[in-house]
């Protein structure tokens, strides 16, 4: 699976941004899709996950109740909608497919990782 992150950018604190990952390569619908982030000099943390089915999300605390993960099987794209962006958001957001869902939400023995996308949010 190849995966494209789109949607990074500069916005103040308080605004919303919507991410994006298209897949292609192999069957979409076969991988529970993640999305972590990276900011400088930390390590990479989980952000939020769905289901192949789309049906069930997870959440980092930290993230619970602005961020939404939702998936389009038809067009092979997960997306991360986040609202209310404060400064400690800030970070290289990353997309990943994974089969097993127990990996996924570790971050561990992820099966594929999108290249990143920055996102930057001013005070």
């Known amino acids: 699976v190849q995966l494209q992150a789109s949607g990074g950018g500069l916005v103040q604190a308080g605004d919303s941004l919507r991410l994006s990952c298209a897949a292609s390569?192999?069957?979409?619908?076969?991988?529970?899709m993640g999305w972590f982030r990276q900011a400088p000099g930390k390590e990479r943390e989980f952000v939020g996950a769905?289901?192949?089915?789309?049906?069930?999300?997870y959440y980092a605390d930290s993230v619970k109740g602005r961020f939404t993960i939702s998936r389009d099987n038809a067009k092979s794209t997960v997306y991360l909608q986040m609202n209310s962006l404060k400064p400690e958001d800030t970070a290289v957001y990353y997309c990943?497919?994974?089969?097993?869902?127990?990996?996924?939400?570790?971050?561990?023995?992820?099966?594929?990782w999108g290249q990143g996308t920055q996102v930057t949010v001013s005070s």
């Open positions: 769905v289901m192949w089915t789309g049906g069930t999300t």
């Open positions: 990943a497919a994974e089969e097993t869902l127990a990996f996924l939400l570790r971050g561990v023995r992820v099966d594929y």
């Open positions: 390569g192999r069957t979409f619908s076969r991988y529970h």
